[in-house]
């Protein structure tokens, strides 16, 4: 038994061919109709035949009694079975040739030729396949008058003979072939089943050939198998117009609901983030990806956007000092920067600048660009400013991609954890697993991937086990007469971003101690429903205790 679970455990993965089949049947369908189509018109260019049949039967003659007649049976059976040979002989073709002044040779008349015998009977059936159905009806009855006058000549014991007494067995026509109406070739039925079938086959082996050379990242299962979590996926918002820039945040819009998916999966990757180690959570986290078009940026922007928007302090770093887009995303001034701080230029309460919309979120743009900015962001004072930021926010930092520059893996030692960006679709899984090995060897802490851009329709959503799209879709608008209007004022070539419910200061709470004893307690109020619970149930459970 625990053979058979291991061969069934290495054997194909059945949903992973259905996946398969459920990405590629667009591919799978075209190959199949181009199949029965190239099916169908060669039917047209095959000439028809028509099939005649004409039958004798064989007898044996003197069956007087009883027994006599059962043994000219059994011997007319047996003869039936020989005679089946003599008619496919060149001595009968011939004899049908001249009988018919045909002027095709007895070699092509045999090869119109097919001798049947039924099953326990005396019967031998002839059919002829010609192109003019006459004359095949002709063929068939010259041909079964020709076997007799054979079979005659054989029997009687002399060629030529002209009479049939002295012949103990001989064959006499049956059944005259009549003229056929439909041709029996080409069947347009059998060539369209036929096509279908052979197109679904070599549609499915397509489909089965590009998965397996196809080495993008097309489920979530492709990044487990490289040994790190998927803790948050991004959906394709299709207001993306951009992928660096975002909405002038204001007051979260309940009536725009194509927003939601995209509000919610941030909301959850903040929640996995507080997750990933409670003893020791992580304050600065460098956000990068493979290659560069992944989304990083995006994503890095989205994400502190989502965290500053529960009123904790945060500061999103753009530490890509070759391609700087951070201020370009949220539509602030570029000018000093992170390269004028660690060059003591300027200090960091003069170029850190706070992002209107969301007080507690500030930006520290890149700066002028250096010409060593490996070096830069591996120098000593990059971590003491790292060290001095975490102390009073979380730290999220925008690094270029791992593959092209080694910046991101130099700065991976200062962090407490790196996200790494992955765009759906797109990025190859060796792209994916060269990435983790060069932070494996300078010893980052990987928190996971985020799987970015994820499809929210049709059999890829599947896929990737998206399903937020319909159950926001599903939804019924609700009326609500007492609302306010929320700003339009977007950027141009805006996409969207999770907006804040509201800002909050922290507050102070006293909980009493079984001991008679009271302490306070300082705590952020969260926005999300599901941190608000938590929030409660902490403090339920502290009064019990």
Not at 211 to 219: A, F, G, I, N, P
């Amino acid at each position: 038994m625990e053979q058979l679970e291991e061969n069934v455990a290495d054997g194909p993965d059945l949903r992973q061919f259905l996946r398969t089949l459920r990405t590629f049947w667009r591919s799978i369908t075209s190959v199949v109709l181009i199949a029965v189509i190239c099916a169908f018109g060669w039917t047209f260019t095959q000439q028809p035949l028509y099939a005649a049949s004409a039958s004798g039967l064989v007898i044996a003659s003197g069956a007087d009694t009883a027994a006599l007649a059962l043994s000219g049976d059994s011997l007319a059976k047996s003869r039936a079975i020989s005679y089946k040979s003599i008619a496919a002989t060149r001595t009968v073709a011939e004899r049908v040739r001249e009988d018919l002044k045909l002027d095709a040779s007895a070699e092509q008349i045999l090869g119109q030729l097919e001798v049947g015998l039924p099953t326990g009977t005396a019967e031998v059936r002839l059919s002829i396949t010609n192109s003019d159905p006459v004359l095949a009806q002709k063929t068939a009855n010259a041909w079964v008058d020709a076997l007799a006058e054979q079979v005659t000549e054989i029997e009687s014991g002399f060629a030529g003979g002209s009479s049939n007494d002295d012949s103990i067995v001989r064959l006499v026509p049956l059944v005259d072939a009549e003229v056929p109406t439909a041709p029996v070739s080409p069947n347009t039925k059998l060539a369209i089943a036929l096509g279908a079938v052979l197109g679904l086959a070599f549609g499915v082996g397509y489909a089965l050939l590009r998965q397996h050379l196809d080495r993008r990242v097309r489920s979530v299962e492709d990044l487990e198998k490289l040994g790190t979590t998927v803790i948050g996926t991004i959906p394709l918002d299709p207001r993306l117009v951009n992928n660096r820039t975002v909405v002038d945040t204001g007051a979260l819009d309940h009536d725009d609901r194509a927003s939601h998916p995209f509000a919610e999966a941030l909301r959850e990757l903040r929640t996995n983030l507080t997750y990933v180690d409670v003893d020791k959570p992580a304050r600065v986290i460098l956000v990068t990806s493979s290659v560069p078009g992944e989304g990083k940026s995006s994503v890095a922007a989205n994400l502190a956007i989502a965290i500053a928007s529960t009123g904790r302090p945060t500061i999103l770093i753009d530490a890509d000092l070759r391609r700087p887009v951070v201020t370009d995303v949220f539509g602030l001034p570029g000018g000093a920067g992170l390269t004028d701080v660690l060059s003591h230029h300027a200090t960091l309460d003069d170029v850190l600048q706070p992002y209107g919309p969301i007080p507690s979120l500030s930006i520290l743009a890149a700066g002028r660009i250096p010409p060593n900015p490996s070096e830069l962001l591996g120098s000593q004072a990059m971590l003491t400013l790292l060290e001095d930021m975490s102390r009073d926010a979380l730290v999220l930092i925008d690094a270029p991609p791992l593959l092209p520059v080694t910046d991101a893996a130099v700065l991976s030692n200062f962090v407490d954890g790196v996200l790494v960006a992955v765009k759906a679709d797109s990025t190859s899984t060796d792209e994916v697993a060269k990435s983790l090995s060069n932070l494996h060897k300078v010893g980052a802490r990987v928190l996971g991937f985020v799987l970015n851009q994820v499809p929210t329709k049709g059999a890829r959503a599947a896929n990737y086990g998206y399903y937020g799209q319909y159950y926001y879709a599903s939804e019924e608008p609700q009326a609500d007469a007492t609302k306010k209007a929320k700003p339009s004022r977007r950027l141009k070539n805006a996409v969207p971003v999770q907006a804040p419910m509201r800002t909050v200061e922290p507050q102070t709470a006293t909980f009493g101690h079984v001991d008679g004893n009271a302490s306070e307690a300082t705590y952020i109020p969260a926005d999300a429903e599901f941190d608000d619970v938590l929030t409660s149930r902490a403090g339920m459970r502290h009064l019990r205790r």
